[in-house]
C-alpha cells in the first residue's frame, strides 16, 4: 500500500516493522520519516489534517537538543515580533506537554479553551494572535500531565487536528527538548501540510552544543529544513561596571564555529539580560518592554531573518507548483 | 518496531545477560536528581554531588538516563570511553583520578558523538530497565541517577525499575525564576503520585557576583526555589549561585570540588552533599 505521496510501489506500509528498511524503501522520498518512526499519518486521517492545515502559510518549528536555553522565549518573542504586523494572522503552538511555558510567558496563565462548533479555540492575546498549549487544559498550577509516549502523540495530533486555527499566516510550533516522541510526531503530523523549517536555539558553552549537534541530525534525518541557529545567553554585560563575562562559556568556538562546521546558518546572537527572564514571569513582551535593548535589536534582526526565509520559501514553493 | 537510534558498539543488546536483581543488591542508597524544567542544572549537580560524596570517602556511582541528552561523560571528561561486557553484565565506565565513581550513560553506547538517539517511549523505556538491571554496579554507598526534564517516560520507567531498590529519594532543582518552578511543581506532584520521598530543592544559577566589581545581578531573579520549598513543605537544601568557574570546570570535565574550594559555588553544593549523607545515615 503506498501511503505516503511518492512512495516506491512496494512500500511495506508506514505501520509495517520494516517502514523505511525494506528493500523497496531505499530512494524513497519517506525513507528517512518512516525508519524513525515517523511515517505519516493513515490517509484518512492525512487528510483531515490537511484540510485543518491549508489555511497555515507558514509554519516553523523551534526546536533544540538542550532544555532551558530559550526556546519557548524565543518562540513567544517570535510570535509577538511577527504579530506586530497587524495584517499577519499568528498561531503559538506549544507542545511542550509536561513543561507547558507558553501560559505564563504569554500571560496567559489561568486562561482556559473553549470547545466551539468547529473544534477547540485558541486563546487569543491579541485580534491576530492565537495560542494553544496542554496548560489551558489543566485545572491547577499543580497539575502534572505524566504520560508516556502514546497518550502525548494523541494529544499533539488533536492540537492540529481539532483546534479551529482559521486564516494563519505563521504557524509557529514551541517544543520540549530532545528527539522524541514529540518531535517525531510533530513532523509526522505536519507531513501532511508543510513546513517551512526549524529555528534551533542553544547556548554557548559545549555542555549544550554537543546535544544541539543530535538535534541537527534529527532535522536531517527527517529531512526538516533548518532555518538556522539561535545563540542564546551569549555573554553578560554587568549593568554596573559594563564589562562583559561569559556565565555558559564558548569553550569550543560557540555556536558559530559549529554552524560553520555543520554548515547551517547562524541567525544571531542574543546576550543574557535580567529583564528577559523578569518579563517572561510577568507575561509581557520583552520587546514592547525594552524596546531599545541590546538584546531587543538582535532579537528583531533574527525575527526579520525568518521572515525573509519564509517568503522566499513559499515564492519557490509556487513556482514548483 | 521501525524505529533507529545507535547502533551499541560490538554487541547487541539482546544478548546482555537476562536480568539479575544482583546488579543493584549491593548500593545503599540512590538518589534521584529531578527537574520538570531542561537546562536547571541537573547534571551539573549531579556530577558535583558524586564528586563531593566521592571526596567524603563514599563509594559512588551515576546512572545517566538522560537518553536524549547525556551530559555526565563529558562533564567527568570520559566522552570516549566505552563499555564492557563481562558476565555479570555491564561493566560501567569508571571516572575520576582514582577511577573511582562508576559511570553508566547511552553516551558510552552511540557509534558518534554526534548521534541523535531518535526513540519512542518503549524502547527507552526497554534500555533504561537494562541500565538498571544489567549493569554491575558492584558496592556502592550512592548511586546517583541523572535524568531529562519532563514527567514522561523516562521518568516512569525509572521510578519503577528503581522501586524495589535502596532509593533513598528525589532531589528537585529549580532556577530562580517563575517560568522554572512552575514546572517544578509539577515535578514535585509527580514525587507525590510515584510515592517518592523528596529530599529537598536546590536553587540553581540564583545570583551572579560581577567578577570586575563585586556587584551581584539576579539574571534569573532571586528566592523561587525556596519559597516553593516552603509552600510544598519539603526541605531546602540551598542556592547555588551562577558561577562562570562551575561551567568552564564542567566544559572541561575537571573535579570542580578538588580544583575549586573557593569558588562561590563551593560551599552551597558542598553544603548540598552534606544534607544529603546526613539523611543516608538517619535512613540507614
Ligand atoms: N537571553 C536571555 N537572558 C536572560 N534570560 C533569558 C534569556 N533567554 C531566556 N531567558 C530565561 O531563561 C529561562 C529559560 O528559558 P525558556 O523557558 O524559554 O527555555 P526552554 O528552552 O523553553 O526550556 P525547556 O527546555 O525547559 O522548555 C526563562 O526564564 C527565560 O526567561
Ligand atoms: N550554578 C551554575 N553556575 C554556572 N553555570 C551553571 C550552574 N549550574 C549549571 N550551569 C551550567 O548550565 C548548563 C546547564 O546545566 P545542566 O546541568 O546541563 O542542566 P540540565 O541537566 O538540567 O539540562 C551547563 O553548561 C552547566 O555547566
Ligand atoms: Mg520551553
Ligand atoms: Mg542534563
Ligand atoms: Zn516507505
Ligand atoms: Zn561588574
Not at chain 1, 93 to 99: E, F, K, V, W, Y
Not at chain 1, 118 to 134: A, D, I, T
Not at chain 2, 140 to 147: A, E, P, Q, R, S
Amino acid at each position: 500500500m503506498a501511503e505516503a505521496p511518492g512512495a516506491p510501489e512496494e512500500c511495506p506500509g508506514t505501520g509495517s516493522a520494516q517502514a523505511g528498511r525494506a528493500a523497496a524503501c531505499q530512494g524513497c522520498p519517506n525513507q528517512g520519516l518512516c525508519a524513525a518512526g515517523a511515517a505519516g499519518p493513515d490517509p484518512a486521517e492525512a487528510a483531515e489534517l490537511r484540510a485543518r492545515l491549508r489555511a497555515v502559510r507558514h509554519t516553523v518549528l523551534v526546536l533544540s537538543g538542550k532544555g532551558g536555553v530559550g526556546k519557548s522565549t524565543f518562540s513567544a518573542l517570535l510570535a509577538h515580533g511577527l504579530a506586530a504586523d497587524e495584517t499577519k494572522q499568528v498561531a503559538l503552538l506549544d507542545i511542550d506537554l509536561c513543561g507547558p511555558s507558553i501560559p505564563k510567558i504569554m500571560g496567559l496563565e489561568g486562561e482556559q479553551v473553549h470547545q466551539s462548533g468547529s473544534g477547540w479555540s485558541p486563546v487569543y492575546v491579541e485580534e491576530n494572535l492565537g495560542v494553544m498549549s496542554v496548560g489551558f487544559l489543566l485545572s491547577s498550577p499543580d497539575d502534572a500531565v505524566i504520560w508516556r509516549g502514546p497518550k502525548k502523540n494523541g494529544l499533539i495530533k488533536q492540537f492540529l487536528r481539532d483546534v479551529d486555527w482559521g486564516e494563519v499566516d505563521y504557524l509557529i510550533v514551541d517544543t520540549p527538548p530532545g528527539t522524541s516522541d514529540e518531535h517525531l510526531s510533530i513532523v509526522q503530523y505536519l507531513s501532511a501540510s508543510r513546513i517551512d523549517g526549524a529555528v534551533i536555539v542553544t547556548t554557548p558553552q559545549e555542555v549544550s552544543l554537543q546535544d544541539v549537534r543530535k538535534e541537527i541530525n534529527f532535522c536531517r534525518k527527517v529531512k526538516l529544513p533548518i532555518i538556522g541557529v539561535v545563540e542564546n545567553m551569549s555573554g553578560f554585560v554587568c549593568p554596573k561596571c559594563k564589562n562583559e563575562s561569559q556565565i555558559f562559556p564558548p569553550t569550543t568556538g560557540g555556536a558559530e564555529k559549529m554552524c560553520q562546521n555543520l554548515s547551517v546558518s547562524l541567525l544571531g546572537k542574543v546576550p543574557l539580560d535580567p529583564q528577559i527572564g523578569k518579563s517572561c514571569d510577568s507575561g509581557q513582551s520583552f520587546l514592547a518592554e525594552a524596546p531599545e535593548s541590546p538584546a531587543t535589536l538582535s532579537y528583531r534582526k533574527i525575527i526579520q531573518r525568518i521572515q525573509e526565509y519564509c517568503e522566499q520559501h513559499h515564492l519557490q514553493e509556487e513556482k514548483i507548483m | 518496531m521501525a524505529l533507529w537510534g545507535p547502533s551499541p558498539r560490538g554487541y547487541s543488546m539482546a544478548l546482555c545477560t537476562p536480568a539479575d536483581r544482583a546488579n543493584l543488591a549491593g548500593v545503599r542508597h540512590i538518589v534521584l536528581v529531578l527537574s520538570g524544567k531542561g537546562g536547571v542544572g541537573k547534571s551539573t549537580l549531579s556530577t558535583e554531588l558524586a564528586l563531593a560524596l566521592r571526596h567524603a570517602g563514599k563509594r559512588v556511582g551515576i546512572l545517566d538516563v538522560d537518553l536524549c541528552g547525556p551530559s555526565i561523560p563529558r562533564m567527568l571528561r570520559v566522552q570516549d570511553s566505552a563499555v564492557h561486557q563481562c558476565d555479570s553484565g555491564w561493566v560501567p565506565v569508571f571516572v575520576g583520578q582514582d577511577k573511582a565513581i562508576a559511570l553508566m550513560s547511552i553516551g558510552f553506547l552511540l557509534e558518534r558523538p554526534d548521534d541523535a538517539v531518535v526513540w519512542r517511549g518503549p524502547k527507552k523505556n526497554a534500555l533504561i530497565k537494562q541500565f538498571v538491571t544489567d549493569v554491575a554496579w558492584g558496592e556502592l554507598d550512592f548511586l546517583i541517577v541523572d535524568t531529562p526534564p519532563g514527567t514522561s517516560d523516562e521518568h516512569i520507567s525509572t521510578v519503577e525499575a528503581l522501586r524495589p531498590h535502596q532509593l533513598l529519594g528525589a532531589v528537585l532543582v529549580t532556577t530562580p525564576q517563575a517560568v522554572s518552578v512552575g514546572d517544578v511543581r509539577r515535578e514535585l506532584t509527580f514525587c507525590r503520585k510515584a510515592g517518592l520521598h523528596i529530599l529537598g530543592i536546590v536553587e540553581n544559577m540564583s545570583g551572579f557576583v560581577c567578577p570586575h566589581c563585586s556587584e551581584c545581578t539576579n539574571i534569573f531573579s532571586k528566592g523561587g526555589g525556596e519559597e516553593l520549598a516552603k509552600h510544598a513543605g519539603v526541605p531546602f537544601l540551598g542556592c547555588v549561585p551562577l558561577d562562570p568557574q562551575l561551567s568552564q570546570s564542567l566544559e572541561e570535565g575537571r573535579d570542580f570540588i578538588q580544583e575549586f574550594p573557593k569558588s562561590s559555588a563551593f560551599p552551597a553544593l558542598t553544603h548540598i552533599a552534606q544534607q544529603i549523607l546526613d539523611t543516608s545515615q538517619r535512613s540507614s
